[in-house]
């Protein structure tokens, strides 16, 4: 060989074969270890995964109030606690809301009520003279039985009063000054009416030999006392009644049981919760 053909590199020879493709068998993870520590890590991963996924609470869908059902809950929650103040302070009054001095309110208020008073007078001194003022001394006839002592000396007052409007201005003016006390007086006529009425009921239908007993009595009252306590209108009483009448059998039957007397039949239990409901209507 010449020195020439030394130098010449030779060609790549064709074998007649495909090259060699690595096999599935003879990966590293497909082995006995690996296939083992492969299946390991993927179920590993899963496990993981299914972990923080379940363990992850879908978020809810937000929920939108409208303004009228915040204002009712507000309300709501409001009137419960004037109900508790109510029910706790046996002092509770009402006081009527006056607006603040020099606020346009107070002002408008007292042009309004000059404008009335004005016009009024206009309309009296028209002929033919009309029987106002006798219809304001009857008034104030009856203010003089309504209204508290200490109206006493303005009551006396109006009865030396001669122009007629300023009579029934008078007058208003101390209704409005009586009207709070007016207010409780109706409610605790209106409560102990209530609570009269079904003690009259009740009495009457737990027979002979309960009527004797005072303890009875007092408890009772006091128990009917307790539910109407808080009513101010009949809508109220009526929606009290219901309670009042399962109170009012419970405690018929505690005395029953109490005092060895016979039990009240199913038909009078009946009869008489009726009875009390039909206070409402009445």
């Known amino acids: ?18 090259p060699r493709i690595r096999t599935t068998s003879e990966c590293s993870y497909t082995s006995d270890d690996g296939a083992l520590g492969f299946t390991e890590k993927r179920q590993r991963t899963t496990s993981q995964q299914f972990m923080v996924t379940s363990g992850l609470t879908a978020a809810s869908p937000p929920k939108f109030v409208s303004l009228e059902e915040i204002m009712q809950a507000a309300n709501g929650m409001r009137d419960m606690a004037l109900v508790h103040q109510i029910v706790v302070d046996e002092d509770f009054k009402l006081r009527r809301a006056e607006p603040a001095p020099n606020s346009i309110q107070k002002i408008i208020k007292e042009t309004m009520h000059k404008a009335f008073w004005d016009v009024l007078r206009e309309q009296l001194s028209e002929e033919p003279v009309n029987c106002t003022q006798h219809y304001a001394q009857y008034v104030i006839s ?3 039985k309504l209204c508290a002592p200490v109206r006493d000396d303005k009551i006396k007052e109006l009865t030396e009063t001669v122009d007629v409007i300023d009579t029934f201005k008078g007058i208003l003016e101390t209704f409005m000054l009586d009207e709070e006390r007016l207010i409780d007086l109706k409610l605790r006529t209106f409560r102990l009416t209530s609570i009269a009425t079904i003690l009259l009921v009740t009495i009457s239908n737990a027979g002979a030999d309960l009527q004797s007993i005072t303890p009875f009595k007092e408890s009772l009252k006091e128990h009917i006392s307790i539910l109407l306590q808080s009513i101010k209108t009949e809508k109220e009483l009526i929606d009290a009644l219901p309670n009042v009448g399962e109170q009012v059998v419970n405690d018929l039957k505690e005395a029953q049981k109490k005092y060895e007397l016979p039990e009240i039949f199913q038909a009078a239990e009946a009869n008489l919760k009726q009875q009390i409901l039909d206070i409402g209507e009445t």
Do not use: A, C, F, H
Request: net charge negative; no cysteine.
């Open 1 to 18: 060989m010449s020195r020439n053909e030394k130098n010449i590199p030779s060609e790549p020879q064709d074998t007649g074969t495909l």
């Open 142 to 144: 009856v203010m003089s």
